[in-house]
Every structure is written in C-alpha cells, then in structure tokens.
C-alpha cells in the first residue's frame, strides 16, 4: 500500500495500531480513512456518484449546443455577464492574483506577530493557517443601548408571561385529551403552565407546584 494515498492525519491509525505486527496496515482504520476521504472527495466534487442528484457531475446538467444557444442571451444578460468570456476570466484573475500579493504583502509587514500563516502542503496545495481571534470589546454605544433596553422591559415571572401570551394567542387549547379531544380536568391551563416551566428550566415539578393555587 502506498503511504502516499494516506493523509498525514490517518497515517497513525492506519500503520501504527500497537496490537497489530510491525508494518501491518489497520484494516479498520484504513475503511474510515477511505470513507472519509471519499466523501470529502464527493463534496469538493473531485469525486462523482452516478445516478445521483446530490452527488453527481454538476457540468453533465449544463446546456449544450442548441438548448444552450436558444437561451445564452437571455441568461447573460441576467448575470451581467456583457463581455467576452476569457476578459472576463482575466478580470478575476487579476482580482485574485491582486488579493494574494496584498495578503503576501501584510503578513511581511506583520512578521512573527501574523495572526496567520501559510503552509505549502506535500502535495503542493496551499493551506491557509488563521490564528483563534480574541473577542472584541463592545463599544460604550451597545453597553449604554444594552442597559436602556433592560431597563424598558417590564419584570414579569415567567408563568405569567405564559398566561399573557396565552391570552393573546390561545394556544393552551390546544392540548386536549389524547383520546376525545376534551378533558374533565379542572384549570388545565394553569397545569400546562406549570409544566412548561419545569420543562423548560429543567427544575423539576416541585419548584412550581405552587401555580396550582395561583389565582
């Protein structure tokens, strides 16, 4: 097996199981790394699965000839696409290649204290390394909206809330009986209520009990 074919993150698993000879390849380990790279090969649509919707050859669904040439104008247009394909191409090459030289061109004026790093890889693609960014501060603007609009909103418990939205909404009818559609139990409402609460705190039932006599 060609060691080349495993990524440099599977190269352990595969060939380094310390309950298996010396030089023997993981078997199991070997299945993963395949589905792994299978389907990152399908995502990248290095790799197509036929007949597939998803996963098949986007390019083989493309116009051609005669259906092309009845709609080309048209779809142009709609793209803003009004010039000559290859000035087109040249356009974003340059955009990219201008990109780059003022990435390349950061990062020396940067030096050692770059944020981010790029590493040719063995198989000659470019890796982009980004350093984890620190959050930043919140302006005095968001701090003095943040308190204002703590301020306005009025204390209200959260069952309460409930039976005001349910005031509005009515939507505490709609748990019935599972076998009717109707119930004999008296405030079903405000056992509702209480359940949700203890539901969605996760506090269990006894904190809210007392909403079974709530008025």
Known sequence: MDGKLVPPMWRKAVYANPDLPQGSVDRDAYVVCVLEELHRALNNRDVFAS????????????????????????????????????EHLAELVRGLDAGWKQLATRLEEAGPAAKISIEVQEDGRVKLHVDKLGALGEPKSLTWLRRRVEKMLPKIDLPDLLFEVNAWTGFLDAFVHLGDGTTRMKDLPTSMVALLVSEACDIGLTPVVTLATKP
Do not use: F, I, Q, Y
């Open 51 to 86: 007949p597939s919707h998803r996963w098949s050859n986007p390019r083989a669904r493309l116009l051609d000839g005669a259906d092309w040439d009845a709609v080309k104008e048209d779809v142009l247009a709609a793209l803003s696409l009004d010039m000559p394909v290859t």
